[in-house]
Protein backbone atom coordinates (compact mmCIF):
# COMPACT_ATOMS: atom_id res chain seq x y z
CA UNK A 1 0.00 0.00 0.00
CA UNK A 2 1.43 3.53 -1.31
CA UNK A 3 0.93 6.88 -1.36
CA UNK A 4 2.00 8.80 -4.45
CA UNK A 5 2.66 11.97 -6.16
CA UNK A 6 2.43 12.24 -9.71
CA UNK A 7 4.44 15.39 -10.99
CA UNK A 8 2.86 16.81 -14.56
CA UNK A 9 -0.22 16.79 -16.23
CA UNK A 10 0.52 16.74 -19.31
CA UNK A 11 -0.24 13.99 -21.78
CA UNK A 12 1.92 11.71 -20.12
CA UNK A 13 0.57 12.61 -16.63
CA UNK A 14 -3.13 12.04 -17.90
CA UNK A 15 -1.98 8.64 -18.56
CA UNK A 16 -0.29 8.15 -15.18
CA UNK A 17 -3.16 9.36 -13.53
CA UNK A 18 -5.90 6.82 -15.11
CA UNK A 19 -3.06 3.58 -14.20
CA UNK A 20 -2.44 4.90 -10.90
CA UNK A 21 -5.98 5.14 -10.04
CA UNK A 22 -7.10 1.89 -11.46
CA UNK A 23 -4.77 0.28 -9.11
CA UNK A 24 -5.64 -1.17 -5.47
CA UNK A 25 -2.11 -0.52 -4.47
CA UNK A 26 -1.56 3.45 -4.39
CA UNK A 27 -3.78 4.41 -1.39
CA UNK A 28 -3.53 8.43 -1.73
CA UNK A 29 -2.87 10.28 -5.02
CA UNK A 30 -1.82 13.25 -5.84
CA UNK A 31 -1.40 14.73 -9.16
CA UNK A 32 0.49 18.29 -8.60
CA UNK A 33 1.32 19.98 -11.41
CA UNK A 34 2.39 23.86 -12.21
CA UNK A 35 -0.86 25.27 -13.68
CA UNK A 36 -3.34 22.86 -11.35
CA UNK A 37 -6.24 23.79 -13.74
CA UNK A 38 -4.80 21.10 -15.98
CA UNK A 39 -4.58 19.20 -13.20
CA UNK A 40 -8.02 19.41 -11.77
CA UNK A 41 -9.44 18.72 -15.65
CA UNK A 42 -7.45 15.17 -15.18
CA UNK A 43 -8.62 14.40 -11.89
CA UNK A 44 -12.53 15.23 -12.55
CA UNK A 45 -12.20 12.51 -15.77
CA UNK A 46 -10.55 10.08 -12.91
CA UNK A 47 -12.77 10.29 -10.37
CA UNK A 48 -16.06 9.96 -12.82
CA UNK A 49 -14.76 6.74 -13.53
CA UNK A 50 -12.85 5.39 -9.83
CA UNK A 51 -14.78 7.32 -7.34
CA UNK A 52 -14.72 11.10 -5.91
CA UNK A 53 -11.52 11.92 -4.27
CA UNK A 54 -9.59 9.28 -5.91
CA UNK A 55 -7.02 11.72 -7.00
CA UNK A 56 -6.75 15.00 -5.05
CA UNK A 57 -4.89 17.64 -7.03
CA UNK A 58 -2.04 20.39 -5.93
CA UNK A 59 -0.18 23.39 -7.20
CA UNK A 60 3.75 23.42 -7.88
CA UNK A 61 6.34 24.73 -9.32
CA UNK A 62 9.16 21.94 -9.57
CA UNK A 63 11.28 23.93 -10.45
CA UNK A 64 11.56 24.58 -6.92
CA UNK A 65 13.00 22.03 -4.21
CA UNK A 66 11.37 24.49 -1.00
CA UNK A 67 7.75 24.20 -3.04
CA UNK A 68 8.05 20.33 -3.41
CA UNK A 69 9.46 20.06 0.26
CA UNK A 70 6.47 21.54 1.15
CA UNK A 71 3.90 19.40 -0.86
CA UNK A 72 6.01 16.46 0.34
CA UNK A 73 5.36 17.20 4.03
CA UNK A 74 1.42 17.47 3.12
CA UNK A 75 1.17 14.41 1.72
CA UNK A 76 3.85 12.26 2.76
CA UNK A 77 3.95 10.33 -0.27
CA UNK A 78 6.45 7.15 -0.38
CA UNK A 79 6.72 7.70 -4.03
CA UNK A 80 6.82 9.92 -6.74
CA UNK A 81 6.26 9.66 -10.30
CA UNK A 82 8.23 12.33 -12.27
CA UNK A 83 6.07 13.12 -15.41
CA UNK A 84 6.87 17.12 -15.56
CA UNK A 85 9.52 18.03 -17.96
CA UNK A 86 13.66 16.43 -17.79
CA UNK A 87 14.43 20.12 -16.60
CA UNK A 88 12.72 19.08 -13.12
CA UNK A 89 14.46 15.75 -12.21
CA UNK A 90 17.16 17.17 -10.01
CA UNK A 91 14.65 19.75 -8.18
CA UNK A 92 12.89 16.81 -7.40
CA UNK A 93 15.36 14.48 -6.61
CA UNK A 94 16.71 16.93 -4.23
CA UNK A 95 13.12 16.98 -2.42
CA UNK A 96 13.03 13.49 -2.60
CA UNK A 97 16.33 12.93 -0.30
CA UNK A 98 14.68 15.92 1.83
CA UNK A 99 11.85 14.00 2.62
CA UNK A 100 13.10 10.87 2.55
CA UNK A 101 10.76 9.77 -0.69
CA UNK A 102 11.44 7.22 -3.35
CA UNK A 103 11.56 8.46 -7.11
CA UNK A 104 10.85 7.28 -10.62
CA UNK A 105 11.15 8.98 -13.84
CA UNK A 106 10.39 8.50 -17.61
CA UNK A 107 13.84 11.01 -18.97
CA UNK A 108 16.74 11.85 -17.93
CA UNK A 109 18.04 15.33 -16.73
CA UNK A 110 19.04 17.92 -19.14
CA UNK A 111 20.10 21.46 -18.21
CA UNK A 112 17.43 23.89 -20.25
CA UNK A 113 20.77 25.65 -21.71
CA UNK A 114 22.48 22.55 -23.25
CA UNK A 115 20.59 19.92 -25.21
CA UNK A 116 22.73 16.85 -23.41
CA UNK A 117 21.17 13.65 -23.12
CA UNK A 118 23.26 11.39 -20.06
CA UNK A 119 22.46 10.07 -16.89
CA UNK A 120 25.78 11.48 -15.37
CA UNK A 121 23.92 14.17 -13.32
CA UNK A 122 21.83 11.58 -11.85
CA UNK A 123 23.54 8.71 -11.61
CA UNK A 124 25.76 11.17 -9.40
CA UNK A 125 22.89 10.54 -6.61
CA UNK A 126 23.42 7.02 -6.23
CA UNK A 127 25.17 6.75 -3.36
CA UNK A 128 22.87 9.92 -1.73
CA UNK A 129 19.94 7.52 -2.40
CA UNK A 130 21.76 4.34 -1.11
CA UNK A 131 22.55 6.25 2.44
CA UNK A 132 18.90 7.39 2.66
CA UNK A 133 17.49 3.91 1.93
CA UNK A 134 15.99 5.02 -0.81
CA UNK A 135 15.19 3.45 -4.56
CA UNK A 136 15.40 6.15 -7.79
CA UNK A 137 14.15 4.41 -10.52
CA UNK A 138 15.61 6.22 -14.04
CA UNK A 139 13.83 6.03 -17.36
CA UNK A 140 10.23 3.73 -17.26
CA UNK A 141 8.10 5.56 -19.69
CA UNK A 142 8.60 3.08 -23.08
CA UNK A 143 11.54 4.52 -24.65
CA UNK A 144 13.65 4.87 -22.10
CA UNK A 145 11.51 2.26 -20.56
CA UNK A 146 10.40 -1.38 -21.78
CA UNK A 147 12.97 -0.79 -24.38
CA UNK A 148 15.31 -1.17 -21.65
CA UNK A 149 13.29 -3.93 -19.48
CA UNK A 150 12.98 -5.59 -23.39
CA UNK A 151 16.42 -5.76 -23.47
CA UNK A 152 16.90 -7.15 -19.86
CA UNK A 153 14.59 -9.79 -20.77
CA UNK A 154 16.39 -10.93 -23.55
CA UNK A 155 19.48 -11.21 -21.71
CA UNK A 156 18.11 -13.59 -19.39
CA UNK A 157 16.22 -15.78 -21.16
CA UNK A 158 17.20 -15.73 -25.02
CA UNK A 159 20.86 -14.89 -24.63
CA UNK A 160 24.37 -16.00 -23.62
CA UNK A 161 25.71 -12.65 -24.61
CA UNK A 162 23.49 -9.68 -26.78
CA UNK A 163 26.14 -8.40 -29.42
CA UNK A 164 23.99 -6.22 -31.79
CA UNK A 165 20.98 -3.90 -30.29
CA UNK A 166 19.08 -1.69 -32.40
CA UNK A 167 15.88 -0.20 -31.21
CA UNK A 168 13.55 0.65 -33.18
CA UNK A 169 11.07 3.07 -32.74
CA UNK A 170 8.27 3.66 -35.62
CA UNK A 171 4.86 5.81 -35.29
CA UNK A 172 2.64 5.00 -38.34
CA UNK A 173 0.29 7.01 -36.84
CA UNK A 174 -1.81 10.34 -38.86
CA UNK A 175 -3.24 13.27 -36.39
CA UNK A 176 -4.01 15.07 -39.38
CA UNK A 177 -1.76 18.17 -39.07
CA UNK A 178 0.74 19.55 -40.86
CA UNK A 179 3.19 19.87 -38.10
CA UNK A 180 3.15 18.54 -34.36
CA UNK A 181 4.71 16.92 -32.11
CA UNK A 182 3.84 13.67 -29.75
CA UNK A 183 5.34 14.80 -26.51
CA UNK A 184 6.48 18.25 -25.38
CA UNK A 185 7.72 19.83 -28.21
CA UNK A 186 10.77 21.70 -27.00
CA UNK A 187 11.53 18.29 -25.44
CA UNK A 188 10.93 16.47 -29.15
CA UNK A 189 12.49 18.88 -31.08
CA UNK A 190 15.99 19.37 -29.14
CA UNK A 191 15.80 15.45 -28.69
CA UNK A 192 15.69 14.87 -32.92
CA UNK A 193 17.66 17.63 -33.74
CA UNK A 194 20.49 16.94 -32.28
CA UNK A 195 23.45 14.60 -33.52
CA UNK A 196 23.22 11.05 -34.31
CA UNK A 197 25.26 8.82 -32.23
CA UNK A 198 25.50 5.19 -31.26
CA UNK A 199 28.07 3.00 -30.00
CA UNK A 200 30.35 0.50 -31.92
CA UNK A 201 33.12 -1.29 -30.50
CA UNK A 202 33.96 0.40 -27.31
CA UNK A 203 33.00 3.56 -28.69
CA UNK A 204 30.62 6.63 -29.29
CA UNK A 205 30.24 7.17 -33.47
CA UNK A 206 28.68 10.45 -34.02
CA UNK A 207 27.16 11.51 -37.22
CA UNK A 208 25.12 14.43 -39.02
CA UNK A 209 21.48 14.78 -37.86
CA UNK A 210 19.20 11.98 -39.85
CA UNK A 211 22.73 11.25 -41.79
CA UNK A 212 21.84 7.01 -41.14
CA UNK A 213 18.52 6.24 -42.64
CA UNK A 214 16.69 3.07 -44.21
CA UNK A 215 13.51 1.32 -44.70
CA UNK A 216 12.72 -0.80 -42.01
CA UNK A 217 9.20 -3.28 -41.85
CA UNK A 218 7.45 -2.97 -38.85
CA UNK A 219 4.80 -5.48 -37.94
CA UNK A 220 1.12 -4.51 -39.31
CA UNK A 221 2.50 -1.34 -40.79
CA UNK A 222 5.04 -2.07 -43.33
CA UNK A 223 7.95 -0.35 -44.48
CA UNK A 224 9.00 3.10 -42.94
CA UNK A 225 11.89 5.19 -43.65
CA UNK A 226 14.02 4.79 -40.24
CA UNK A 227 16.55 7.06 -38.66
CA UNK A 228 19.77 6.50 -36.54
CA UNK A 229 19.57 9.07 -33.99
CA UNK A 230 21.05 8.61 -30.29
CA UNK A 231 18.48 8.34 -27.42
CA UNK A 232 19.52 8.09 -23.99
CA UNK A 233 18.86 4.08 -22.92
CA UNK A 234 21.53 3.49 -25.35
CA UNK A 235 23.83 5.07 -22.47
CA UNK A 236 22.70 2.95 -19.59
CA UNK A 237 22.25 -0.11 -21.71
CA UNK A 238 25.86 -0.42 -23.17
CA UNK A 239 26.85 -0.12 -19.63
CA UNK A 240 25.07 -2.74 -18.35
CA UNK A 241 25.40 -5.10 -21.50
CA UNK A 242 29.08 -4.75 -21.83
CA UNK A 243 28.96 -7.66 -24.40
CA UNK A 244 27.34 -5.25 -26.96
CA UNK A 245 29.33 -4.46 -29.65
CA UNK A 246 27.20 -2.47 -31.64
CA UNK A 247 23.64 -0.27 -29.82
CA UNK A 248 21.66 1.75 -32.10
CA UNK A 249 18.07 3.73 -32.29
CA UNK A 250 16.23 4.28 -34.78
CA UNK A 251 13.13 6.33 -35.19
CA UNK A 252 10.67 6.73 -37.79
CA UNK A 253 10.09 10.17 -39.50
CA UNK A 254 7.46 11.51 -42.33
CA UNK A 255 9.25 13.34 -45.35
CA UNK A 256 6.15 16.54 -44.05
CA UNK A 257 7.92 16.52 -40.41
CA UNK A 258 11.67 16.58 -41.44
CA UNK A 259 10.65 19.60 -43.80
CA UNK A 260 9.33 21.56 -41.35
CA UNK A 261 12.17 20.63 -38.79
CA UNK A 262 14.84 21.86 -41.40
CA UNK A 263 12.80 24.60 -41.68
CA UNK A 264 12.57 25.40 -38.02
CA UNK A 265 16.09 25.14 -37.59
CA UNK A 266 17.09 27.43 -40.57
CA UNK A 267 14.95 30.33 -39.50
CA UNK A 268 16.01 30.01 -35.98
CA UNK A 269 12.75 29.01 -34.41
CA UNK A 270 15.00 26.02 -32.37
CA UNK A 271 17.05 27.81 -31.04
CA UNK A 272 17.26 27.20 -26.91
CA UNK A 273 19.28 30.42 -26.01
CA UNK A 274 17.51 33.38 -24.87
CA UNK A 275 17.00 36.36 -27.40
CA UNK A 276 15.39 39.93 -27.09
CA UNK A 277 12.04 40.70 -28.58
CA UNK A 278 10.37 43.73 -27.92
CA UNK A 279 12.55 44.11 -24.16
CA UNK A 280 11.92 40.95 -23.40
CA UNK A 281 13.56 37.83 -23.30
CA UNK A 282 12.40 34.79 -25.10
CA UNK A 283 13.64 31.56 -26.15
CA UNK A 284 12.96 31.00 -29.46
CA UNK A 285 11.77 26.88 -28.60
CA UNK A 286 9.61 27.91 -25.72
CA UNK A 287 7.50 30.25 -27.86
CA UNK A 288 7.63 27.69 -30.76
CA UNK A 289 6.19 24.99 -27.95
CA UNK A 290 3.38 27.68 -27.36
CA UNK A 291 2.08 27.81 -31.20
CA UNK A 292 2.30 24.43 -31.93
CA UNK A 293 -0.21 21.91 -31.15
CA UNK A 294 -0.86 20.69 -27.41
CA UNK A 295 0.43 16.98 -28.13
CA UNK A 296 -2.27 16.00 -25.92
CA UNK A 297 -5.38 17.64 -28.21
CA UNK A 298 -3.57 15.21 -30.66
CA UNK A 299 -5.33 12.32 -29.91
CA UNK A 300 -9.24 12.78 -30.52
CA UNK A 301 -8.71 12.12 -34.54
CA UNK A 302 -4.97 10.42 -34.49
CA UNK A 303 -5.52 6.61 -36.26
CA UNK A 304 -2.98 4.40 -36.69
CA UNK A 305 -0.43 2.47 -34.56
CA UNK A 306 2.78 2.70 -33.19
CA UNK A 307 5.76 -0.01 -33.03
CA UNK A 308 8.34 -0.24 -30.53
CA UNK A 309 10.63 -2.82 -30.24
CA UNK A 310 14.08 -4.46 -29.92
CA UNK A 311 15.97 -6.18 -32.77
CA UNK A 312 18.59 -8.48 -31.12
CA UNK A 313 21.73 -10.15 -31.96
CA UNK A 314 24.14 -12.21 -30.13
CA UNK A 315 24.76 -16.19 -28.98
CA UNK A 316 22.96 -18.69 -27.28
CA UNK A 317 24.45 -22.37 -26.16
CA UNK A 318 27.15 -21.43 -28.92
CA UNK A 319 25.07 -20.66 -31.70
CA UNK A 320 24.04 -16.82 -33.31
CA UNK A 321 20.22 -16.14 -32.96
CA UNK A 322 17.96 -13.14 -33.77
CA UNK A 323 15.39 -11.95 -32.01
CA UNK A 324 12.49 -9.40 -32.49
CA UNK A 325 10.61 -8.66 -29.40
CA UNK A 326 7.73 -5.39 -29.73
CA UNK A 327 4.43 -3.43 -28.71
CA UNK A 328 2.25 -2.18 -31.17
CA UNK A 329 -0.16 0.47 -29.64
CA UNK A 330 -3.65 1.89 -31.20
CA UNK A 331 -3.90 5.42 -31.05
CA UNK A 332 -7.55 5.55 -31.09
CA UNK A 333 -7.48 2.87 -28.63
CA UNK A 334 -5.16 4.97 -26.06
CA UNK A 335 -7.82 7.58 -26.92
CA UNK A 336 -10.62 5.74 -26.00
CA UNK A 337 -9.21 4.50 -22.62
CA UNK A 338 -7.48 7.80 -21.16
CA UNK A 339 -8.47 10.44 -23.98
CA UNK A 340 -4.65 10.71 -24.95
CA UNK A 341 -2.82 9.33 -28.12
CA UNK A 342 -0.42 6.36 -27.85
CA UNK A 343 3.07 7.78 -27.98
CA UNK A 344 1.59 9.87 -24.00
CA UNK A 345 0.25 5.64 -23.21
CA UNK A 346 3.17 4.02 -24.13
CA UNK A 347 4.96 6.18 -21.53
CA UNK A 348 2.60 6.46 -18.90
CA UNK A 349 1.28 2.81 -19.10
CA UNK A 350 4.93 1.62 -18.16
CA UNK A 351 5.59 4.37 -15.50
CA UNK A 352 2.69 3.67 -13.31
CA UNK A 353 3.33 0.08 -13.51
CA UNK A 354 7.28 1.01 -12.66
CA UNK A 355 6.11 2.11 -9.36
CA UNK A 356 3.62 -0.45 -8.90
CA UNK A 357 6.26 -2.75 -8.81
CA UNK A 358 8.36 -0.73 -6.37
CA UNK A 359 5.56 -0.15 -4.69
CA UNK A 360 4.71 -4.41 -4.11
CA UNK A 361 8.27 -4.69 -3.45
CA UNK A 362 8.93 -6.56 -6.92
CA UNK A 363 11.68 -3.82 -7.51
CA UNK A 364 13.74 -2.87 -4.83
CA UNK A 365 17.09 -1.51 -3.69
CA UNK A 366 18.88 1.54 -2.12
CA UNK A 367 20.37 3.58 -4.99
CA UNK A 368 19.92 4.94 -8.50
CA UNK A 369 18.79 2.39 -10.93
CA UNK A 370 18.22 2.15 -14.77
CA UNK A 371 14.83 0.16 -15.70
CA UNK A 372 17.42 -2.90 -16.93
CA UNK A 373 18.83 -3.50 -13.79
CA UNK A 374 15.26 -5.08 -12.24
CA UNK A 375 13.87 -8.39 -12.53
CA UNK A 376 12.00 -8.08 -15.40
CA UNK A 377 9.52 -10.84 -15.37
CA UNK A 378 7.36 -9.70 -13.33
CA UNK A 379 6.84 -6.21 -15.23
CA UNK A 380 6.45 -7.52 -18.88
CA UNK A 381 4.07 -10.28 -16.85
CA UNK A 382 1.23 -7.29 -16.32
CA UNK A 383 2.24 -4.91 -19.34
CA UNK A 384 0.02 -6.90 -21.44
CA UNK A 385 -2.56 -6.91 -19.08
CA UNK A 386 -2.07 -3.17 -18.58
CA UNK A 387 -2.77 -2.95 -21.79
CA UNK A 388 0.64 -2.84 -24.06
CA UNK A 389 1.18 -6.58 -24.86
CA UNK A 390 4.42 -7.41 -26.66
CA UNK A 391 5.36 -9.96 -29.06
CA UNK A 392 8.27 -11.99 -29.97
CA UNK A 393 9.85 -13.77 -32.93
CA UNK A 394 12.90 -15.90 -33.15
CA UNK A 395 15.86 -16.21 -35.79
CA UNK A 396 13.91 -13.36 -38.39
CA UNK A 397 16.01 -10.93 -40.95
CA UNK A 398 16.20 -8.30 -38.30
CA UNK A 399 17.07 -5.84 -41.58
CA UNK A 400 19.82 -3.55 -39.57
CA UNK A 401 22.90 -5.23 -40.35
P1 LIG B 1 3.66 17.85 -21.50
O1 LIG B 1 4.35 19.08 -21.94
O2 LIG B 1 2.36 17.47 -22.13
O3 LIG B 1 3.39 17.91 -19.91
C1 LIG B 1 4.37 18.33 -19.01
C2 LIG B 1 3.66 18.70 -17.73
O4 LIG B 1 4.66 19.05 -16.76
C3 LIG B 1 2.73 19.91 -17.89
O5 LIG B 1 1.56 19.68 -17.15
C4 LIG B 1 3.54 21.04 -17.30
O6 LIG B 1 2.80 22.06 -16.69
C5 LIG B 1 4.27 20.30 -16.20
N1 LIG B 1 5.43 21.08 -15.80
C6 LIG B 1 6.38 21.63 -16.59
N2 LIG B 1 7.24 22.34 -15.85
C7 LIG B 1 6.82 22.22 -14.56
C8 LIG B 1 7.30 22.73 -13.33
N3 LIG B 1 8.36 23.52 -13.26
N4 LIG B 1 6.61 22.42 -12.22
C9 LIG B 1 5.50 21.64 -12.25
N5 LIG B 1 5.02 21.13 -13.39
C10 LIG B 1 5.67 21.41 -14.53
O7 LIG B 1 4.72 16.66 -21.64
P2 LIG B 1 4.41 15.11 -21.83
O8 LIG B 1 3.34 14.69 -20.92
O9 LIG B 1 4.31 14.85 -23.28
O10 LIG B 1 5.80 14.48 -21.34
C11 LIG B 1 6.09 14.36 -19.96
C12 LIG B 1 7.46 13.72 -19.77
O11 LIG B 1 7.48 12.43 -20.37
C13 LIG B 1 8.61 14.50 -20.41
O12 LIG B 1 9.69 14.51 -19.49
C14 LIG B 1 8.98 13.68 -21.60
O13 LIG B 1 10.34 13.82 -21.93
C15 LIG B 1 8.68 12.28 -21.09
N6 LIG B 1 8.48 11.30 -22.17
C16 LIG B 1 9.11 10.09 -22.07
C17 LIG B 1 8.94 9.14 -23.05
C18 LIG B 1 9.51 7.77 -22.87
O14 LIG B 1 9.10 6.85 -23.58
N7 LIG B 1 10.41 7.54 -21.94
C19 LIG B 1 8.14 9.41 -24.25
C20 LIG B 1 7.42 10.66 -24.22
C21 LIG B 1 7.64 11.58 -23.22
P3 LIG B 1 2.13 23.26 -17.53
O15 LIG B 1 0.81 22.71 -17.93
O16 LIG B 1 2.06 24.39 -16.58
O17 LIG B 1 3.04 23.53 -18.70
Known sequence: MSKVIIIGAGGVGTVVAHKVAANPVFTDITLASRTVAKA?????????IHGEGRIKTAPVDADSVPQLVALFRVHKPDIVI????PYQDLTIMDAC????VNYLDTANYEPKDEAKFEYSWQWAYHDRFKAAGLTAILGCGFDPGVSAIFTAYAAKHHFDEIQYLDIVDCNAGNHGMAFATNFNPEINI?????????????????????????????PEIGARESYVIYHEELESLVKHYPSIRRARFWMT????????????????????????????????????KAVLPDPKSLGENYTGLTSIGC???????????TYYIYNNCDHEAAYRETGTQAVSYTTGVPAALGAAMWARGLWSGAGVF??????????????????LPWVEKFDIDLEVD
Open 253 to 288: FGQEYLTHLRVIQNIGMARIDPVMYNGVEIVPIQFL
Open 82 to 85: NVAL
Open 311 to 321: RIRGIKDGRER
Open 190 to 218: REVTQPGRYWENGAWVTTKPHEIHKPLHY
Open 97 to 100: LECG
Open 40 to 48: DAIAVAVNA
Open 370 to 387: NVEQFDPDPFLAELGPQG
